[in-house]
């Protein structure tokens, strides 16, 4: 599961189905995260099997 800001993105991920195959990347897109004190809080739940997690790319928007 992923959670960021206390908030359940995905209840069940699966990176591979996302990926079109095993040992490819995922992409999730989360279109809005207040992060509200500075720091962005993400929960990576494993479910089942072995994960890799090669890296978490983060982008500042602007507030309007």
Do not use: K, Y
């Amino acid at each position: 599961a992923i959670s960021i800001q206390g908030v359940v993105i995905e209840a069940v991920f699966s990176p591979a189905r996302v990926a079109g195959g095993r040992m490819r990347g995922a992409l999730v897109s989360v279109p809005s995260v207040l992060v509200e004190d500075g720091t962005a809080r993400i929960q990576l739940t494993p479910q089942a099997g072995d994960s890799c997690l090669s890296g978490i790319e983060l982008i500042r928007r602007g507030v309007d």
